[in-house]
Structure formats: C-alpha cells, structure tokens
C-alpha cells in the first residue's frame, strides 16, 4: 500500500476503534444525549469504508461485517453473522501462521500481514489484514476489531513474476545442459575420429586437436594449445 492508502487506513482505524470500543469520543456523545449522533457516525464509517471491517467476538465469532468486506468474501451479512472467522480460511496458511497472530493478539498489541481468504464461491483473494485486541477490564482480548485491504492484484502480479523468474531459469539450465551435451558429443566425435582434426579460433591459434593429430604430429594437445 502506498503512503496516502497507509495515512488512510490509520484514521479509519482510529475512529472505528474509538466508536466501538467506547472511548473518550462515545462517553463524550453519550454525555451530550446525542448517542443517536455515535450510532450513525459508527454505521456511516462501516457502511462507506474502502476497506473490509469484520469484528469478531472472543470464540472468533462473527458479530459485524460491513459492505465492502460482504463484496470481498462474496458472503452476505446474514451469512456471516454468528459464523466462527474460519468459515474465510482459505487453507494457504500453516497452522502456525494463526497460533501466532492469536498469540499476539493476546498480549493487547496489534497484528498486521498479508492473509489469503477463500470467497463463496471458492475464489481466492489476499488482503492485507490489520488486526486490532478490544480489551476488556482483565486484560482479556473481548472483541477484535480486523480491517482489510484487497491486493489480490497486486499479489497476483508478484506470484506471475515469481512464475517468470522460475520459466527463465529453466529455460537456462535447459539450454546449458544441452550446451554440454553438445560439447560433450563433440569431444567425443573429436577423440574416437581416425582423421587428424584440428580446431583453430580467428586468430589462428589452435582450440582443438583430436588424438589422432597428436599421432599425426607427434604433439599432445597441451603442447600446441593457444599456439
């Protein structure tokens, strides 16, 4: 994500923070009998987010999706509500992938990474996933907060470079082992000939030299080499 996505991304994720986590920004609504007023700033950040936002309860339940994440996953909202956050899991990940986010998740910090889900309909596609602990009063992770970015492009993109870079090696090993192969055959038609062969480069000097042209000449190749 370029700078501008990151700086956005970062206040999105303040103000859906303090909105559900009930901050100093509720309490102050609150107190001023505008709760109404939180209500609908809190569904306009969800429902006109560019990123997916999906909170999950302790049991990694699903309690709220917005729109963008429902047109990411493919899932509806009725879907997804009350569903166990595996139901997304595409299977890419080891299992330590996820022990680890959990692991410091629990500590109260946030986690980030590149995380590849599986939509309805079995299609693949990788957001980059900041995931946010709500803790409650004993420390305890009671709600977490995710928001996602799609660059299942961008991560496209890097897997046909990738592809790339292994077709071009291939092809260059390939083309080596052939080109020692034909050396290889070359040396030996140049060894078993009963003719005196002789190799010689634009300058003249002298690159090959069968065994017959040692018996010919009476000199072993090492002797004329480069001569």
């Not at 009963?194 to 300058?203: E, F, R, W």
């Amino acid at each position: 994500l370029d700078r501008s996505h990151l700086i956005h991304r970062n206040a999105l994720l303040f103000i859906i923070v303090l909105l559900i986590a009930g901050g100093a920004l509720s309490l102050l609504i609150w107190r001023s009998g505008k709760s109404s007023e939180l209500e609908r700033l809190r569904m306009k950040v969800f429902s006109h987010a560019r990123e997916g936002i999906l909170i999950t309860g302790p049991d990694t339940r699903i309690i709220e999706v917005n729109p963008r994440l429902c047109q990411m996953s493919g899932y509806s909202r009725e879907e997804l509500l009350g569903q166990d956050h595996i139901l997304l899991n595409s299977g890419t990940h080891p299992h330590g992938f996820f022990k680890a986010m959990y692991r410091t998740l629990a500590t109260g910090k946030t986690w980030r990474d590149e995380v590849c889900n599986r939509a309805k309909d079995g299609q693949l596609y990788w957001v980059d996933t900041t995931i946010v602990p709500l803790m409650n009063s004993q420390g305890k992770p009671e709600r977490y907060l995710s928001i996602r970015s799609d660059i299942t492009m961008r991560k496209q993109v890097e897997l046909d470079l990738v592809q790339q870079q292994l077709n071009l090696e291939k092809r260059v090993q390939q083309k080596t082992r052939a080109a020692v192969q034909s050396e290889h055959h070359l040396r030996l038609v140049i060894d078993t000939s009963l003719d005196s062969i002789v190799g010689m480069d634009a300058k003249g000097l002298v690159t090959e030299w069968s065994r017959q042209a040692e018996t010919t000449f009476g000199w072993r190749f090492d002797e004329v080499k480069g001569q």
